[in-house]
């Protein structure tokens, strides 16, 4: 029998998940991958083969109340009609936040939930639905080992001024620093730059994350030494819905004069801001661009963002002290060549031109002449899950053994 393993990330009402052979000593091999949608409402399930075609589909009606739970529990027994061969070994999650206590994937017990659940108020619309998967796995496949993957643990790794706000030390000694997210996907560019050109691998790297979260990492020999997100996952580049970086005094506006609540404040700026705010029109890149050319909120949504992104990749080629390479990555930054293009024009001064014919094929290498490289690189995050998990448990065996 293969020992396989799911991957679940799983938002407010929906669950995504791949699965993977473990085959023994050699790279976690994706055999399915799929998706919940409408969780609580009109859910629907699809699932395709590793190469992208579809395998099974069902939709369920609204009334039929189909939340998490029956999610999972559905995959569950989807996979045992479908595993031929194979044995479900472990469920690996990505959990946005870590915190200070988790530097790595952790084998999950009651201990680590309320570990996790403390973290709650550090990115309170993500953790928690991020940790009812866990709960759910805990309670209805006791005995199931399960292993927690942070977005955070990848900037463990940079140093404590980089990590700081200048706030009074009792916050500090709270927990409120910068943690930096999407590290897994970091990860994962890390672990193929030297596939790409060994240069990097070794070099000074900024990875543009540019998806409806969006982030930018600088990488020294591999390693995260900055990234623009904090303390949330709010900081640093405007993103689909979320602002961005915006100055505190702001938040104290909309509570003081604008009379919102706290929650009301928190609501504008995760869910109302970004490409969809300054657009009015959508967070979806693909519809800005589609309107850019006669709207012109859409047009300076779009001129925000590459504005922005020049700007912080200024502030991390400072903190790298030089730049070797830039990567794209993630929704916009693996597909819209027109954003590509604009962020390299507003990086001249470093030495990047654009090779506008391999930009517009999609790369891998999209830059000419001798200054830095610049490339596409496509993220897979659950790949990173499921190294980590398979990592975890071997850790664990490893310690029993000995
Ligand atoms: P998430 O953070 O939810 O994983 P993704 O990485 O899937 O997000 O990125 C979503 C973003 O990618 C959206 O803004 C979407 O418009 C953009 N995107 C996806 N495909 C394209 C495309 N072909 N051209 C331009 N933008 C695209």
Same mark, same amino acid.
């Given at each position: 029998?293969?020992?396989?393993?799911? $991957?679940?990330n799983?938002?407010?009402?929906s669950?995504?998940?791949?699965?993977?052979?473990?085959?023994?000593?050699a790279?976690?091999?994706?055999?399915?991958?799929?998706?919940?949608?409408?969780?609580?409402?009109?859910a629907?399930?699809?699932?395709?083969?590793? +190469?992208?075609?579809?395998l099974?589909?069902?939709?369920?009606?609204?009334? *039929?109340?189909?939340?998490?739970?029956?999610?999972l529990?559905?995959? $569950?027994?989807?996979?045992?009609?479908?595993? *031929?061969?194979?044995?479900?070994?472990?469920?690996?999650? /990505?959990?946005?936040?870590?915190?200070?206590?988790?530097s790595?994937?952790?084998?999950?017990?009651?201990?680590?939930?309320q570990?996790?659940?403390?973290?709650?108020?550090?990115? @309170? #619309?993500h953790?928690?639905?991020?940790? *009812?998967? !866990?709960?759910?796995?805990?309670r /209805?496949?006791?005995?199931?080992?399960?292993?927690?993957?942070?977005?955070?643990?990848?900037?463990?790794t940079?140093?404590g001024?980089? /990590?700081?706000?200048?706030?009074?030390?009792?916050?500090?000694?709270?927990?409120?620093?910068?943690? %930096?997210?999407?590290?897994?996907?970091?990860?994962?560019?890390?672990?193929? #730059?030297?596939?790409?050109?060994?240069?990097?691998?070794?070099?000074?790297?900024? $990875?543009?994350?540019?998806?409806?979260?969006a982030s930018?990492?600088?990488?020294?020999?591999? $390693?995260? !030494?900055?990234?623009?997100?904090?303390?949330?996952?709010?900081?640093?580049? @405007?993103m689909?819905?979320?602002?961005?970086?915006?100055?505190?005094?702001?938040?104290?506006?909309?509570?003081?004069?604008?009379?919102?609540?706290?929650?009301e404040?928190?609501?504008?700026?995760?869910?109302?801001?970004?490409?969809?705010?300054?657009? +009015?029109?959508?967070?979806?890149?693909?519809?800005?661009?589609?309107?850019?050319?006669?709207?012109?909120?859409?047009?300076?949504?779009?001129?925000?963002?590459v504005?922005?992104?020049?700007?912080? !990749?200024g502030s991390?080629?400072?903190?790298?002290? %030089?730049?070797? +390479?830039?990567?794209?990555?993630?929704?916009?930054?693996?597909?819209?060549?027109?954003t590509?293009a604009?962020?390299?024009? +507003?990086?001249?001064?470093?030495?990047?031109?654009?090779?506008?014919?391999?930009?517009r094929?999609?790369g891998?290498?999209?830059?000419?002449g @001798?200054?830095?490289?610049?490339w596409?690189? @496509?993220?897979?995050? *659950?790949?990173?899950?499921?190294?980590?998990?398979?990592?975890?448990l071997?850790?664990?065996?490893?310690?029993?053994?000995?």
């Amino acid at each position: 029998m293969i020992p396989v393993l799911i $991957v679940l990330n799983a938002g407010s009402s929906s669950v995504k998940f791949q699965v993977f052979d473990m085959p023994d000593g050699a790279e976690p091999r994706l055999v399915w991958k799929g998706l919940y949608e409408g969780l609580g409402g009109a859910a629907h399930f699809v699932v395709k083969h590793a +190469g992208g075609a579809n395998l099974d589909e069902i939709s369920w009606a609204s009334g *039929e109340d189909f939340g998490h739970e029956e999610a999972l529990m559905h995959l $569950v027994s989807w996979l045992r009609q479908h595993q *031929e061969g194979r044995r479900l070994a472990a469920i690996g999650h /990505r959990v946005v936040h870590g915190g200070e206590a988790f530097s790595a994937p952790v084998l999950v017990d009651d201990g680590v939930i309320q570990t996790l659940d403390a973290l709650v108020p550090l990115a @309170p #619309l993500h953790q928690p639905h991020n940790l *009812e998967p !866990i709960r759910i796995v805990r309670r /209805r496949l006791p005995g199931m080992p399960q292993v927690a993957c942070f977005d955070t643990a990848f900037h463990q790794t940079q140093s404590g001024i980089a /990590r700081m706000f200048a706030l009074p030390r009792e916050m500090r000694e709270r927990g409120v620093k910068r943690y %930096g997210f999407h590290g897994l996907s970091y990860d994962y560019i890390s672990s193929v #730059l030297k596939d790409y050109d060994p240069r990097l691998a070794e070099g000074r790297v900024v $990875v543009a994350h540019l998806g409806n979260g969006a982030s930018l990492c600088a990488l020294d020999k591999g $390693v995260s !030494i900055a990234t623009t997100m904090g303390f949330s996952a709010l900081d640093g580049l @405007p993103m689909g819905t979320r602002c961005g970086a915006v100055d505190a005094g702001v938040v104290f506006y909309m509570l003081r004069e604008m009379k919102l609540s706290p929650e009301e404040a928190e609501r504008v700026l995760y869910t109302k801001s970004g490409l969809l705010g300054v657009s +009015g029109l959508s967070n979806d890149m693909r519809v800005l661009r589609a309107n850019a050319a006669t709207d012109t909120d859409a047009r300076r949504a779009i001129d925000l963002f590459v504005y922005r992104i020049t700007r912080e !990749i200024g502030s991390l080629v400072a903190a790298l002290g %030089g730049l070797d +390479g830039l990567v794209f990555t993630a929704g916009i930054g693996e597909n819209d060549a027109a954003t590509r293009a604009e962020v390299i024009a +507003g990086l001249a001064w470093a030495g990047l031109t654009l090779d506008e014919a391999a930009n517009r094929a999609g790369g891998p290498r999209i830059s000419a002449g @001798p200054g830095p490289a610049a490339w596409v690189v @496509p993220t897979n995050e *659950e790949l990173v899950i499921a190294r980590q998990t398979r990592g975890a448990l071997g850790a664990v065996q490893a310690k029993l053994a000995s």
